[in-house]
């Protein structure tokens, strides 16, 4: 076989994290939404043909019919790999969110009675305190997401994949598969989008054409009391791990100091520039 002809794959072990099928390929929490508005279904079915026996069958089951089907959609469908149910649980937890959020780590205060009072219904409903998921860094570079755990973060180069010959892009493919094996917690890859107007101004000074900015993101749960200090150490060796690995890929992972995080979540905000990435 000619290196034409080679295949880019790699064996990826099944998803840990699927849940398991308990009949057929419906997981519990699918046949609990099904069975579960199937026998409400019934059951409104059969008190209303007990209430009124001459009514049409077809009448009363057809919207019962049709509750039945959206129950199904909900618990089989999936929007972007998230299973329709938690979507909709997560969309309709943002409705319900402020809109208007603002800086206040002292509570926003109210309007001051002063203003005459058509000002003050004219102002409408007080902005609420803007609560970000991260609330600092430590010493290690590790980022403190409260109850969502801590995460680490890392810059990762890029590799020119289109120039390489077959067998080598079939083997940076080799190397990234056997990354993906070697995960041993919640990972993120990263690709951050850039300043338009910042990127203009620096090209007009370095000229650079092409740049991107690629992250690596470790996560560790939130457990225990003491957990803080042993996640900074499992995310530091995951973060080597990866880098490890990725050498076979020619990929280079730099972890962010510190500073360097700070900067990355000032620049999540405020579209500065990160600096800090440790050599």
Not at 68 to 90: E, K, M, N, Q, S
Not at 264 to 269: E, F, G, S, W
Request: net charge positive.
């Amino acid at each position: 076989m000619s290196e034409a002809e080679f295949y880019f794959t790699s064996r990826i072990p099944r998803d840990i994290d699927r849940p398991d099928q308990v009949v057929g390929p419906l997981s519990f929490r699918q046949l609990a939404i099904v069975a579960g508005t199937g026998a409400v279904c019934w059951l409104a079915f059969e008190a209303i043909h007990m209430a009124a026996p001459a009514a049409p069958i077809l009448i009363v089951a057809a919207p019962l019919l049709l509750v039945l089907v959206i129950a199904a959609g909900i618990a089989l469908g999936t929007r972007d790999g998230i299973p329709a149910d938690r979507f909709l649980l997560a969309a309709l937890a943002y409705a319900r969110r402020p809109r208007r959020l603002v800086s206040a780590p002292n509570g926003v205060l109210p309007v001051p009675s002063i203003l005459p009072a058509p000002w003050r219904k004219a102002a409408g409903p007080p902005p609420s305190p803007l609560r970000l998921p991260a609330r600092g860094v430590d010493g290690m570079g590790v980022i403190d997401l409260a109850e969502q755990g801590t995460a680490g973060v890392a810059a990762c180069s890029t590799v020119n994949f289109a120039l390489r010959s077959a067998g080598e892009q079939n083997g940076l493919v080799g190397a990234f598969g056997r990354f993906l094996n070697a995960l041993t917690g919640p990972t993120q890859i990263l690709i951050a989008a850039r300043d338009h107007a910042a990127f203009l101004a620096e090209l007009s000074e370095t000229r650079q054409l092409l740049a991107r900015q690629v992250l690596l993101a470790a996560r560790e749960p939130a457990a225990g009391k003491h957990a803080g200090a042993e996640a900074g150490v499992r995310i530091g060796r995951r973060l080597a791990e990866a880098a490890s690995v990725l050498s076979g890929a020619q990929i280079t992972v730099a972890a962010y100091t510190p500073a360097g995080a700070a900067d990355l979540l000032t620049d999540a905000i405020a579209g500065h520039t990160p600096t800090g990435v440790a050599p």
